[in-house]
């Protein structure tokens, strides 16, 4: 009898001991990426800021585009690593755990920020994105990870990087465990996701970096009217983001035909300068971030902002510069977001906000993520309609997706799987 317990009790403990081997494998794992992907972010995050900075003070910059262009397609091109990009990294995590490029990191770090510096349309997820997928290779190298937990060691570094340059940690892990395939969600990467994104977090708030936070003028009033107009706005950006993602796919296709990359880049940086200086400011260059503070704290943007953006935007990416979509996205919600509430005669500021986060949704099909990020960029005060905004965008957006290698599995109409490509 005693030997009979005692073995159950040695059976417990080492059915318990898996589990303890595993959360602290996991987390010596996720903690490494997180520290490598918080100092780099870091780095990232004042080289971009510092691209800005002297782009705004020395405006002729704009004029070394083609030059900037230049560099960067001969750097991709040195390295054989034209064809990688932020689907690379979607697609590791989403099938097979294909590592990425090591190479990838200072190739999109260097090129970010000369696409900022010369005044390209672009955000900086990209290259987090892609700097995280890079960090989390390296990690997997040196403690040999298989195939399965290379995967999860790819949504660590996906985490820690978005965590790092954008300060909203909850966002950078749902982000990270929804982004490639929409409606399964791999809970085993839920703790190390979260090891990742909370140390990149701290390392960059130790170290002085701000996060992204936003102050709405007013709090948020929930009423029949509100309630309404947020489900309008929302339809109008599903809309609004199947109409980007279908138009940058479609220029990428017309740009490609032009099969010299050089050629296809300086078209693009001279079609670039045209604009801005057709438009008579420099609004729509680089990321925007001060055109969205206005936007949401001021309810202040100019009624077609939001279509210039878009398409200074596509001609940057589908010419081959590097950076990101999603803040140009997050540029786009707010801008029409409040020229919206000001035809409403509503709160300009609050719908910029909901037009931010419903384009964020209709764009990634990531609605848990952007839910926490309503919560981390404006406060909890208006949750009901951002979960709103979020539930109507995704549903309205159809199978359209910034990245041509995210899957999407559940029907958004109905109950049963899909199994559909955005890139198709």
């Known amino acids: 009898m005693l030997s009979h317990y005692w073995g159950r009790f ?3 403990l080492k059915h318990a001991w898996r589990y303890i081997r595993a959360f602290g494998r996991w987390m010596l794992y996720a903690s490494i990426t997180g520290i490598i992907g918080g100092f780099i972010g870091m780095f990232f995050h004042a080289s971009v ?11 002729y910059f704009l004029y070394f585009m083609p030059i900037a262009g230049i560099i960067i397609v001969g750097l991709y091109n040195a390295f054989n690593s034209y064809g990688d990009n932020t689907d690379t990294v979607v697609e590791g995590v989403r099938r097979d755990g294909r590592t990425v490029p090591i190479v990838l990191a200072p190739l999109i770090f260097i090129s ?11 955000g900086r997820e990209g290259a987090a994105l892609q700097l995280g997928g890079s960090i989390a290779t390296q990690v997997g190298y040196w403690f040999d990870v298989d195939k399965k937990e290379m995967k ?22 749902f982000f990270a465990l929804e982004v490639a395939v929409v409606g399964i969600m791999q809970y085993s990467a839920l703790v190390p996701c979260i090891a990742a994104s909370v140390t990149a977090y701290i390392i960059t708030r130790v170290n002085g970096v701000e996060p992204t936070r936003f102050a709405l003028a007013n709090m948020p009033q929930i009423t029949a009217s509100t309630l ?75 009624p077609f902002a939001f279509l210039l953006k878009i398409i200074f935007t596509i001609i940057t990416i589908s010419a081959g510069f590097k950076g990101g979509e999603i803040v140009p996205t997050l540029f786009i919600g707010a801008a029409f977001g409040c020229v919206f509430g000001n035809i409403a005669g509503a709160d300009a500021g609050l719908f910029a906000a909901i037009g931010m986060v419903a384009m964020f949704c209709g764009v990634l099909n990531c ?15 208006g949750l009901l309609l951002f979960v709103i905004a979020s539930g109507v965008s995704y549903m309205l957006s159809g199978y359209s997706g910034l990245y041509s290698s995210q899957k999407i599995m559940s029907s958004k109409i109905r109950a049963r799987y899909v199994n559909k490509n955005t890139g198709k």
Do not use: Q
Request: net charge neutral.
């Open 10 to 12: 040695l059976a417990t």
């Open 367 to 381: 609605p848990l993520a952007s839910i926490f990020l309503s919560i981390e960029l404006f406060g909890s005060s």
């Open 112 to 122: 970010t920020v000369l696409t900022h510096l010369c005044g390209g349309s672009a």
């Open 228 to 302: 309404m107009l947020t489900v309008a706005l929302a339809a109008l950006c599903a809309v609004l983001s199947i109409i980007f993602c279908r138009a940058i796919r479609r220029s990428e296709k017309i740009m490609h035909r032009i099969k010299n990359e050089y050629l296809r880049i300086i078209i693009g940086a001279a079609g670039l300068i045209a604009l801005t200086k057709l438009v008579g400011c420099y609004d729509y260059n680089g990321a925007g971030m001060d055109v969205i503070v206005r936007a949401v704290e001021g309810g202040e943007a100019k």
């Open 49 to 59: 800021e510092w691209a800005t900075h002297a782009r705004e003070t020395h405006e």
């Open 152 to 173: 999860v060691l790819l949504m660590c570094g996906m985490s820690a990087l978005f965590s790092a340059l954008f300060g909203t940690p909850v966002t950078a892990v």
